[in-house]
Structures are given as structure tokens and as C-alpha cells.
């Protein structure tokens, strides 16, 4: 054991349990730390910016904080990683989630198996929303100023012959859906391959979840995706769904 980094740890967790502050004697008593042990690691602490002095008491500073949003981050990030994992295996096809943020497609997480994997990204999913069931769904979900700037940056174009040819056609597609309904996509991506994405209700964003099956099993996707829309209940309802991972 490293003894300066438990006395630090020891005092940061002390500011911590501070809201408005403390003094450097109060922390240093509840620490159980010297007085000048502490004034020495609450200089160095402040100075690399996990704590901040203000008004003669410490508080945290930027840099614990950030330590503590990338804790809630990953466990955020895992919650989803396990719900994920939870609907692969009922619905017995990989599971994807993504949004639409700041103007791209993200996709979140994938959950598959070696016996059922992933759909590879031969083409960035970002750059091809129109050919894939998860970028149909999202930008049905978009008003039409921001689907076309979607376009102007990622122009429509075929990738394999079942892609859609051009933004006229696409849009009467996306005009043609019908709400809450699963997109179903067949090879535009990837040949080979089918995809079913559902919407989902996250906050403000565009958000998806979707599944992907080879092209010989395509008589159960619209079983599968049934199945994950029977899911999905559980998952808005059980977390506190976030989406800004």
C-alpha cells in the first residue's frame, strides 16, 4: 500500500462529504491525518485540480469531478451493455443501440455471439445512415431541415443493389413509415444480411435499438423484433435511461 495516496484518498472523501466545504484543521481531524500532512496534500491536491480552495474552505475541483462522471458514465455504459446482452439472448440475434447526436449517428453498444455475430461495419455506419435499418430509423425520427442536413453530409449512395437510390426515394420511404413501427431493411447494407430497428422514446434524441440476422434466417425477424418490442418496456422502465454516455 502506497500511505500518501491512501491519506489523499482518505481526504478527498472527507471534502467530499462536504457540500459547501470544509477548513483544512476540520479534514485534517476527520481525515485522521497530521495538520501539516494535510495542509501539504490539500496543496497538492488543489494544485492538480481535484480539489479548489475557496473562501478558506477546500472543496472538489474540476478534475474529481470529472473522475466522478466517468464512474456514472461507465456504469451507465454497462447498465446498457447488460440490458443488451439480456435481449440477444432472448430474442437469439445481436442486439444494437444507437442515437442521433450532434448531427451523427452513434452506434452505443452491440451485444452478439460468435454463434449469432454482429453485422460488420464494412461502410461507416455514421456516413450510412440511408442504407441501414438503424440510420432509417433514426432519421425518421428527425424533422425534414435536419434530415437534410444529414444529407448534405452524407449523401445518399447505393451500396450494394438493394440500397435505396437517391433522397427522393428515401424520404418517400421515411414519409411512408408509420409511427412506433419497425424499419425493416434487406440487404440495402450488407449482402447477406437483414436488419429491423425500433424506435425509441429517449428524452429529446433520436434514439434505436435493432437486431441483424443473416439472410438465410430472414423468416424470423419479424418474430425477433416483436420479441425486443415486447422487451424494450422493461429496459425504460427498470433504468434510469440515459443517453448522455
Not at 483544512?24 to 494544485?47: I, M, N, S, V
Not at 446498457?80 to 437469439?92: C, E
Request: glycine residues 8%; aromatic residues 6%; proline residues 4%.
Amino acid at each position: 500500500m502506497i500511505g500518501s495516496v491512501q491519506r489523499a484518498l482518505r481526504l478527498l472523501e472527507a471534502v467530499g462529504s462536504h457540500s459547501e466545504g470544509a477548513p483544512a484543521k476540520q479534514l485534517a481531524r476527520e481525515a485522521g491525518l497530521p495538520l501539516p500532512t494535510a495542509y501539504h496534500l490539500l496543496r497538492t491536491l488543489t494544485h492538480e485540480g481535484y480539489l479548489r480552495r475557496e473562501s478558506g474552505v477546500f472543496v472538489l475541483g474540476d478534475a474529481a469531478e470529472r473522475l466522478a462522471g466517468g464512474g456514472l458514465q461507465q456504469k451507465r455504459r454497462s447498465m446498457i451493455l447488460d440490458s443488451l446482452a439480456h435481449f440477444r439472448d432472448t430474442v437469439g440475434a445481436p442486439v444494437y443501440f444507437a442515437v442521433y447526436r450532434e448531427g451523427e449517428i452513434e452506434i452505443v453498444g452491440v451485444s452478439d455471439t460468435p454463434d449469432n455475430p454482429a453485422c460488420q461495419e464494412w461502410a461507416d455506419f455514421r456516413r450510412t445512415g440511408h442504407a441501414h435499418a438503424i440510420g432509417q430509423c433514426l432519421l425518421g425520427q428527425l424533422d425534414e431541415d435536419a434530415r437534410r442536413d444529414y444529407y448534405d453530409r452524407h449523401p445518399v449512395d447505393a451500396l450494394t443493389p438493394y440500397t435505396v437510390r437517391d433522397m427522393r426515394a428515401l424520404e418517400q420511404r421515411i414519409g411512408s413509415m408509420r409511427l412506433m413501427q419497425p424499419v425493416i431493411e434487406r440487404q440495402e447494407y450488407a449482402l447477406g444480411t437483414v436488419c429491423a430497428a425500433i424506435p425509441i422514446t429517449a428524452g429529446d434524441i433520436a434514439a434505436t435499438m435493432a437486431i441483424s440476422l443473416p439472410l438465410h434466417q430472414q423468416d424470423r425477424l419479424l418474430y425477433a423484433v416483436g420479441r425486443l418490442r415486447s422487451e424494450v418496456g422493461a429496459l425504460l422502465s427498470t433504468l434510469s435511461f440515459s443517453i448522455s454516455i
